[in-house]
């Protein structure tokens, strides 16, 4: 029987690799599969997220190595994979002296739509990312938020079939950064349409995406789910209002190895007795308990695993 199209990888590498002129490796070998859904590629900045967007669109040749997305090659149907795929740029490029339905519109235009269907997309899209009542302004007066907002809608004005969003909460503040990654999880959610978010920052990754796609120095550290990479570790999390110190020492004196971090006692989980005796720890100190729960390993442990492992391996 034939796979399920929705179940087909979206992106496949296989041994990629980008060197530029005077020996920069930008990729190195790199081979992954990515599913259908929200993907994270997380890497520092220098990592390669950039350089692979540009070769999975067919804006740069690779090297060597096989690229491919949704099943079309990067190198030989570059053009047929821009019209199907949505990409937001990371820098600022957008143009001062129009408004954002004439850009947008434009933008579809280029891909190939009637002058009509491109106005009509542009004004949904416009709306979609919560510009419309601003569309008619030149850009050149807009916010960074709504900037990146533009460059969004530009993105999903050609109803693609995938979107590549290269580091989209650049430049903005706290509040902007968590309205755009909300307005990126309802685009998922909403409209069915997988994307993949190059980001270096670890904690925005960890609340909208499915899957991790991790590099290093344009290599693959780790590809899996969200969920495997956070699963629950094998200590527990124990918060106080106060007393934290007393309750460590009280642990120790029953032989739990506990371990202070922050306002919190971390002890290791050593089966079903673990928790009957910080019960008993907490209620016999009297202390006014706040939180008590398995620790949840963050995305940042990954590439600190990982630079120890190295810091040995140089050893």
Request: glycine letters at 10%; a negative charge; charged letters at 25%.
């Amino acid at each position: 029987m034939e796979p399920s199209t929705a179940a087909r990888p979206v992106i496949e590498t296989t041994a990629l690799t980008k060197v530029y002129p005077g020996g920069v490796t930008a990729l190195g070998g790199l081979t992954v599969t990515v599913a259908p859904g929200v993907t994270g590629l997380i890497g520092a900045n220098g990592a390669g997220k950039s350089t692979l967007i540009k070769v999975l669109l067919g804006l740069l040749e690779p090297t060597k190595g096989m690229a491919k997305v949704l099943g079309l090659d990067c190198v030989k149907d570059g053009e047929q994979i821009r019209r199907i795929v949505g990409y937001m740029p990371e820098h600022d490029c957008l143009p001062a002296d129009v408004t954002a339905t004439e850009f947008v519109t434009h933008m579809g235009r280029m891909s190939g739509m009637p002058a009509t269907t491109a106005k009509e997309r542009a004004a949904e899209a416009l709306r979609h990312v919560g510009l419309h009542e601003e569309r008619y302004r030149h850009i050149g007066t807009y916010s960074t938020g709504m900037k990146q907002r533009v460059k969004l809608a530009q993105a999903l004005a050609g109803d693609p079939r995938l979107l590549l969003l290269d580091e989209p909460t650049n430049g903005l503040d706290p509040a902007g950064r968590n309205a755009m990654l909300e307005l990126i999880a309802r685009i998922g959610e909403e409209f069915g349409i997988s994307i993949m978010v190059a980001s270096h920052l670890l904690g925005e990754i960890e609340r909208i995406c499915n899957h991790l796609v991790a590099i290093e120095a344009g290599k693959l550290l780790r590809a899996d789910t969200i969920d495997s990479f956070t699963k629950a570790s094998q200590t527990l999390v124990i918060e106080v209002e106060e007393g934290t110190d007393a309750l460590a020492e009280e642990l120790a004196r029953r032989g739990m190895r506990p371990r202070v971090f922050q306002r919190a006692v971390l002890v290791p989980i050593g089966g079903d007795d673990t928790y009957d005796a910080v019960r008993d720890s907490v209620a016999g100190l009297g202390l006014p308990l706040s939180r008590m729960e398995q620790r949840r390993h963050q995305v940042e442990e990954l590439f600190r695993d990982h630079d120890r492992l190295e810091a040995v391996d140089a050893g």
